[in-house]
């Protein structure tokens, strides 16, 4: 069966290292998204691409960079990680006819 | 960016009652979505919605699209332990960014056995 997966799923990290998180999905969806979810502000979107190399920013990309080399994955990347950015983060993924997103199991990341 | 206002944010109803929740906003949206999330889990999609007005059915779960377009129902018949969760909402709208959805902050359902 087709689906999307994420890793790690845990990660406690220390303040200004870089962390990257993975997703990779065998959907063959060329939509890919970032979200990341915290209580009180529900899921907010972080970046998103729509095919191999492109990429574009979500409503809270500052701090956060991914790049598209295939179609399977879309890493993110902290590139100086802050306590701010503790917090679950999502990775989903759409087809371009139905739109319906389909989400990762989610990677926690503590920053101390 | 834009959130859906989603209601309740919480409810406790007692195992084998109905629960509704809804979700509106000022836009336009011309697909709904409900998912559902369990606790340490990623959101899993329950129904889709393609029309202004559509009613779909998945088991004891009911979704409409309102009318207006900017407004969407869930309701859960017969409540039982496993749905608690938490129920998010989301929109999608047509045109540029149109593969983006906004959603919903969440409605908590908790069922007293």
């Not at chain 1, 060329?30 to 492109?54: A, E």
């Not at chain 2, 944010?9 to 979700?23: H, K, L, R, T």
């Not at chain 2, 207006?68 to 859960?76: E, H």
Request: proline content about 3%; charged content about 15%.
């Amino acid at each position: 069966d087709a689906e999307i997966t994420q890793s790690p799923r845990h990660k406690i990290t220390e303040t200004g290292r870089q962390v990257t998180l993975a997703c990779h999905q065998t959907w063959n969806h060329n939509n890919m998204f970032w979200y990341r979810q915290d209580l009180g502000h529900g899921l907010r979107l972080i970046h998103y691409s729509y095919g191999v190399h492109d990429t574009n920013k979500g409503e809270v990309s500052d701090g956060y960079s991914v790049s598209r080399s295939n179609t399977e994955d879309l890493p993110l990347t902290l590139e100086s990680a802050a306590s701010s950015q503790t917090s679950v983060y999502f990775c989903a993924s759409s087809s371009l006819v139905a739109g319906e997103l389909f989400f990762g199991e989610g990677s926690r990341l503590t920053v101390l | 960016g834009q959130q859906l206002n989603q209601s309740p944010q919480s409810m406790f109803i007692q195992e084998g009652e109905d629960v509704s929740m809804n979700c509106t906003s000022s836009s336009i949206f011309n697909t709904w979505l409900w998912y559902k999330q369990d606790p340490g889990e990623g959101p899993v999609l329950l129904i889709a919605l393609y029309k202004a007005g559509e009613l779909t059915s998945n088991g004891r779960l009911t979704a409409q699209f309102g009318i207006t377009r900017k407004d969407s129902f869930l309701n859960i018949s017969a409540s039982i332990p496993s749905d608690v969760g938490i129920y998010f909402c989301a929109g999608r709208r047509s045109g540029a960014g149109s593969y983006q959805l906004t959603f919903g902050k969440g409605t908590k359902l908790s069922v007293i056995p």
